[in-house]
């Protein structure tokens, strides 16, 4: 591991550690699972968050701390596929209080414009305290001296000052991967204030777009009464000097050498074939692929494609829609709801249009690995992207760049950060069911020349965009930012 080794030692006495930079997020990229025969394996983590960082850290030197994903487990750093990992153990309560409940039943819904309601409770945010002092102190020690540190996302919005107080030599970036909301629905926060000091304590904040940094420069302004000035915020310290903390949008991407290399694989252009084949060769094939989650709009795309069939503008002998639907944060009451309310849904469309040869939904709850991913990709005419709210959505990005022949329409909603750069998608508002089912009739019969006008526009897009050049840019403003020589 070749970093600068540093021999030096903090205000208390304790040796620094040797990473010069350091990523910390929640989850790592592996968690810890057991398979069929009982053996602890290390499988890829969920969601967009590893898609992107994961490529960007194996080329660095650095470490990553996160958690390994299970409960209760104590596990020692340790290298995979080229990264360094730093586990944090999160007891059965903290996953309960801090990952359940205050991120994914608080901020989570907050921050996703209430698409359901969040649930206040202090208990919760005493353990998310805590939780974010663990990882702020996992962090500091092993970093090296004058470090970046670069802190990811709603799960740890307290670490940016917490890793100052500890270690005032390092410098901080914060990237935020969900939106950040309108002032407000962030004022009903109780603890509004605290959230915004913490992220204040880094150097530079990064948002997916530019209305998140916005909304978040509004709540600064209010909540903390410091002054803001263009995008940056005077932060006044206890002993009365200013240190400068700037906001800007940073819209993450992918690794788009790696899809477009798979996208011309012969065995994943065989599977795609394999895949329309058993599917019965239908002239259209729509794909939704999703984490299982209410913030995805799963049940509007349900619910527009089950009235195209009932008004005979789509058949189920000629096209079927797949619908990935990738189980998330299960142990969560209204996740648990929501799989409910669309398997009844696809149940009562598949129930009514299904013939023995044909199924209108095929509905696979399940997650796949980046293989499967590209071939259904590959295999799909229509890909339909209709969250009510979306930090970026990646799967928008890799279906464009998996579409090698310039062909294949893709429907994306204007609340997904993925809209400010995909912008020759057919953008819709996934709650007018009316527009959606038009844009989703549009998409099927659209002429091949204005697919691949579109497409070959959104392609130039995330080909000049991949993950290198969104994580070069945000770390190269963290480099200028702050007041550090
Ligand atoms: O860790 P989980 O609770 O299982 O959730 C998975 C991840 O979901 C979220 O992903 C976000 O990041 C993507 C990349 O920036 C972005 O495209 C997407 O819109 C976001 O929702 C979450 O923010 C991550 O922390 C989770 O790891
Ligand atoms: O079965 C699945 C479903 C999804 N994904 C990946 O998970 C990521 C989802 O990222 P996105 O930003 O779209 O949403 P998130 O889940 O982070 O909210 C994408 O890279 C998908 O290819 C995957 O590998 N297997």
Redesign the pocket.
């Known amino acids: 591991m070749a970093n600068s080794a540093q021999n030096g030692r903090d205000a208390e006495g304790r040796q620094y550690g040797e990473y010069d930079l350091v990523v910390v997020s929640n989850r790592l990229p592996v968690d810890h699972t057991i398979d069929e025969d009982g053996q602890g394996v290390w499988r ?1 983590s ?4 590893v ?1 992107a960082l994961a490529p960007v850290m194996a080329k660095t030197e650095g470490a990553w701390v996160g958690w390994p994903g299970v409960p209760d487990e104590e596990v020692e750093p340790f290298d995979h596929d080229n990264m360094h990992l730093v586990p944090v153990a999160l007891s059965a309560d903290d996953v309960e209080l801090y990952y359940e409940g205050f991120s994914n039943a608080t901020l989570w819904p907050l921050y996703h414009d209430v698409t359901a309601a969040p649930e206040f409770h202090r208990t919760w945010w005493e353990c998310y305290k805590t939780v974010n002092r663990r990882f702020a102190e996992a962090t500091a020690e092993i970093a090296a001296e004058g470090a970046t540190i670069w802190v990811q996302d709603y799960q740890l919005q307290l670490v940016p000052k917490l890793l100052r107080e500890a270690r005032p030599d390092l410098r901080i970036g914060f990237f935020n ?1 969900i939106p950040f909301p309108p002032l407000e629905i962030f004022a009903q926060l109780p603890w509004r204030r605290q959230v915004i000091d913490g992220l204040l304590g880094a150097d530079l904040l990064g948002f997916q777009r530019p209305s998140d940094t916005s909304n978040f420069l509004r709540c600064v302004r209010r909540f903390s009464g410091f002054n803001v000035r263009q995008q940056q915020v005077q932060v006044e310290n206890s002993d009365g000097g200013v240190r400068l903390c700037r906001a800007g949008a940073f819209p993450i991407s ?1 690794d788009v050498e790696h899809i477009s290399e798979l996208a011309h694989r012969p065995d994943v252009i065989a599977r795609s074939e394999q895949i329309r084949h058993e599917l019965g060769d239908p002239d259209t094939v729509l794909l939704g ?3 299982l ?1 209410y913030t ?1 709009g799963i049940g509007h795309r349900i619910k527009a494609y089950g009235e195209l069939l009932e008004d005979g503008k789509v058949d189920v002998e000629n096209a079927v829609l797949i619908q ?1 639907a ?1 189980p ?1 944060r299960e142990r969560v009451e209204s996740y648990r709801l929501l799989r409910e309310e669309i398997e009844g849904a696809v149940g009562r469309i598949n129930g009514t249009f299904d013939t023995l040869e044909n199924t209108a939904i095929r509905y696979l709850h ?5 293989e ?2 590209v071939a259904l990709y590959l295999a799909a005419d229509v890909m339909l992207v209709t969250a009510l709210r ?7 990005k ?1 279906y464009v760049a998996s579409r090698k022949e310039v062909d294949g329409a893709l429907v994306l909603s204007e609340f997904a950060g993925a809209a400010d750069q995909l912008k020759q998608a057919i953008l819709v508002n996934p709650h007018d069911i009316d527009g959606l089912k038009e844009a989703i009739v549009r998409a099927v019969n659209m002429p091949p020349a204005e697919a691949t006008r579109r497409m070959r526009a959104m392609r130039r897009q995330i080909l000049q965009n991949d993950v290198e050049h969104w994580s070069r840019a945000f770390l190269k403003a963290l480099e200028q930012a702050g007041t550090h020589d």
């Open positions: 890829r969920p969601g967009g968050l898609t991967h992918i692929v999703d984490r989650d995805k990935v990738s998330s399940h997650s796949y690995p980046v499967e991913m979306d930090g970026m959505n990646l799967v928008a890799e």
